[in-house]
Each structure stands twice: as C-alpha cells, then as structure tokens.
C-alpha cells in the first residue's frame, strides 16, 4: 500500500521515491514488523494466557521441560500477523512472487493453528495427526510450487543453480521442478518444526537465514549484481527482500518473548509458516542448495529424527538419547542456553558461509 502511494505521490514530490527503493523498504519492514510485534505482543500474550492457551508438554521429555507446561503457545500467530501487515504496507502488490511466498506462509501457519488447536483443546501433545498435517502440507506446496513452475518465463527460473560454480546448471523442467520444490517447501517446513523444541532455539536461526535470503533476492532480482556475480536474472524476485526484512524483523520481536524462559512458545502456527516462507523464497531466487547450507542445523535436527526412528524399528536401539538432537544434549547435561546459544552460532557460521557462495563462484 504504501509502495503504491509512495509511486503516485512521488510523480509530483520527488522526494517520496526514496520509498520505492527496495533496500530502504527492506529495512521499514523490518522495522515495521518489530514495532508491531512489540505493540500487540504483550496483550496477545495475555489474552493466549487468560484463554488458557498453554503448552501441553511431553511426558517422554527431559524433566526439566515439566516446568513449562501452561506457558502460552501459538505466539506464532503474532509473527504471521505482523508479517503479512508488513508485506501489505511495503510491498509491491502486484509481483506475483511476493503473493505466492504470502499465501503459502498463511497457509501452512493454518495447518499449524489447527494443530495447535487441537492440542490446546483436547489436551492432546500429539495435535493434528501426522497423516492429515502432512496431507494438508502436501497440498499446499503442489499447489504453491506449480503455481510458481507454471508463470515462469525464462529457463533459468526452473533451473538448480550449483553453489560455487558459475556455469553449471541443471535444468528441470516443471515436473522436476514441482518435484524438488515440493520436497524444499515441506521439508524446511518440518525441519523448523522439529527444531522449534528449547526457548528461542529454532526463532533465531530463521531470523539469520531469511536475512541472507534478503541479500540473494535482491541480487537475483537485480540485473547489475545478478550479471556482476554470476547469477541467473529472476525478475521480480528482488521484491523478496521485503518479506524476508518483514520475517527477520517480526521474528527478533518475537524473540524478545521467547528467550528463555520463554513467556510464550511459536507453536506449529509459527514454525511451519516460517519454515515454509523459508523454502518458498529460496525456490524463486534458485538456492535450494545454499538453503541445505545455512539450515544446517534444521536439517541436522531432522536427520536425528529420521535415524532415530529407523534404528529403532530395525534393531530395536536408539542411537540418541532423544530426538530430536537438542534433546539428546540436554540429557548429556548441556543446559538449555547452552543448547539454543550453541545452535545459533553454528547457524552464523553457516550462514556466512552460504553467503561467500556470491562470490566465489
């Protein structure tokens, strides 16, 4: 909205152009998204209490985690809104990308809202059944991603850009595209799931890769530093930069809440949006692979899981001591911000590294 008003009154107050750049709407939504969530959380927090929307915690998890029952969830929701306001007030509304990336946040963060629905009212830490959510996940990210197959206009849109490597490029088609972006989509967003376990453990990490993927969209969508580094032109993609400013600045105030100990957790509504939002725009600017690089650490949490699981229904033996990994830690005897502040560092030096990938090429 204000992008398009910042176009119609700069035809006559040239100083209003300033606002159609899109670095400096990068850093008002994000300053946008933190002003919001700082002024509704605290209310929304106390509303999520006195409806009595708290956590219900596992009896299979460590013992220091009972304290935690009660604690307000679904804070998510907080993020989702301040997001999509931002990206309404700084956004161009008419690039497709930026509604694609919107509408499937929104949507998985539904998913994730009936999930926690479900536990909240029935008491049930299990929420909506893995086979239903993941029905629901698949739906939308077919959808989403052939949505995405089908607009695109050059090869490049549906090519795997190869970390590194200038000129390497493996083209896909639409079917291999929906295919690895159907994968990317709901694997990130149950990897952030997975890792959204400790206080403030999964919010962070999200925060620093959707401000790299800010840098990558905004390259991608410009022809001077697209050409300059190596990399495919995605018209329009640049527009990206602004929801990920919108993420990054909602999830830091949304941090503030959720450091420990944490006064409300992002529930499923949170972290399958985000995690969602994450694969979403790292499909259109074409760094899956980077992506793969800077989560490291969701995609390790979630191979813990999945080796978990297996070892277990083939030789009956668990090769962790919990899944997923955080867990396993915790029971080693790291406390809990030694967990979450550990795992961040490790996301920063991930995600420096996914960042070199723009120049050494």
């Known amino acids: 909205m204000l992008y398009e008003a910042a176009q119609w009154v700069g035809q006559d107050v040239r100083a209003f152009n300033v606002l159609t750049y899109i670095t400096l709407r990068v850093v008002l939504a994000a300053l946008t998204a933190l002003a919001i969530s700082f002024i509704v959380g605290p209310g929304m927090i106390r509303q999520l209490a006195a409806y009595k929307i708290g956590q219900a915690v596992r009896d299979d998890g460590p013992a220091s985690h009972l304290v935690k029952s009660g604690t307000p969830t ?3 929701a907080l993020i989702l809104v301040s997001v999509a306001i931002t990206t309404f007030l700084w956004a161009d509304l008419a690039n497709r990308y930026v509604w694609l ?5 929104l949507g998985f963060g539904a998913v994730g809202w009936v999930d926690d629905w479900r536990k909240v009212v029935h008491r049930n830490p299990k929420g909506l059944s893995a086979r239903a959510k993941f029905a629901w996940q698949s739906l939308i990210a077919v959808i989403a991603v052939y949505l995405l197959a089908f607009t695109a206009k050059l090869p490049q849109q549906t090519e795997v850009i ?14 291999g595209f929906v295919i690895l972006g159907y994968f990317v989509v709901v694997g990130t967003s149950n990897a952030v799931n997975l890792t959204d376990g400790l206080d403030g453990l999964a ?3 999200t925060v620093m890769i959707a401000s790299a993927l800010a840098v990558f969209a905004y390259v991608s969508g ?3 530093f697209s050409k300059y580094l190596g990399f495919p032109l995605i018209p329009g993609a640049g527009e ?6 919108a993420i990054a600045g909602a999830g830091l105030a949304f941090l503030w809440f959720n450091a420990y100990p944490a006064e409300v957790f992002m529930g499923d509504v949170g972290a399958l949006a985000l995690g969602a939002a994450l694969g979403m725009v790292a499909l259109v600017v074409r760094q899956e ?8 650490v969701f995609v390790v949490e979630t191979l813990s899981v999945i080796i978990q699981v297996a070892s277990f229904k083939l030789t009956g033996k668990r090769v962790f001591r919990m899944a997923p990994l955080h867990h396993h830690y915790e029971l080693k005897g790291w406390k809990e911000n030694q967990v979450v502040v550990r795992f961040w560092i490790i996301t920063m030096m991930l995600v420096l590294f996914g960042l070199s ?3 050494l090429r």
Do not use: D, Q, R, S
């Not at 190869?162 to 079917?175: H, R, Y």
């Not at 990206?240 to 400013?245: D, I, N, R």
């Open 74 to 76: 679904m804070g998510g």
């Open 101 to 105: 990336c919107l509408l499937t946040t």
């Open 162 to 175: 190869v970390p590194f490597f200038k000129t390497i490029a493996i083209p896909l088609g639409t079917l």
């Open 203 to 205: 919010i962070m990490p």
């Open 222 to 224: 410009n022809a001077v």
């Open 240 to 245: 990206l930069a602004v929801f990920c400013g």
């Open 289 to 296: 692979i980077v992506l793969v690089i800077m989560g490291g």
């Open 357 to 359: 990938t723009l120049k």
